[in-house]
Nanobody, 128 residues
């Protein structure tokens, strides 16, 4: 089993920044893909960003709507993945979840249904 705990959400004005953290524990590995998804009221859970690790390098993936504004990173020594969110917009308002799964590949990295382990979520609210 893998446990994920998100933190760092909150209320911010449009144009502001937040950094989300997701601490992993249990049977996790630094080679696992770590992803961030979000779900706004009345909408389906949507891919935000993910980070892979292959050998000594990492590869980030981003949704088009957040590319160049959000940055995903990971600290394998701390089993933690981060999502730095800049230039926030009201449409970024959602509950943000981190997720992981040992079977994720580049082909499935944006598919929330393929992730088995999820955190409880953290609310991000961006006011206009």
């Amino acid at each position: 089993q893998v446990q994920l705990v998100e933190s760092g959400g909150g209320l911010v004005q449009a144009g502001g920044s937040l950094r989300l953290s997701c601490a992993a524990s249990g049977r996790t590995r630094s080679s696992y893909v770590m992803g961030w998804f979000r779900q706004a009221p009345g909408k389906e859970r949507a891919f935000v960003a993910a980070i892979n690790r292959s050998g000594g390098s990492t590869s980030p993936y981003y949704a088009v709507s957040v590319k160049y504004r959000f940055t995903i990173s990971r600290d394998n020594a701390k089993n933690t993945v981060y999502l730095k969110m800049n230039s926030l917009k009201p449409e970024d308002t959602a509950v943000y979840y981190c997720a992981t799964d040992p079977s994720i590949t580049a082909a499935t990295i944006k598919n929330h249904a393929r992730y088995a382990y999820w955190g409880q979520g953290t609310q991000v609210t961006v006011s206009s």
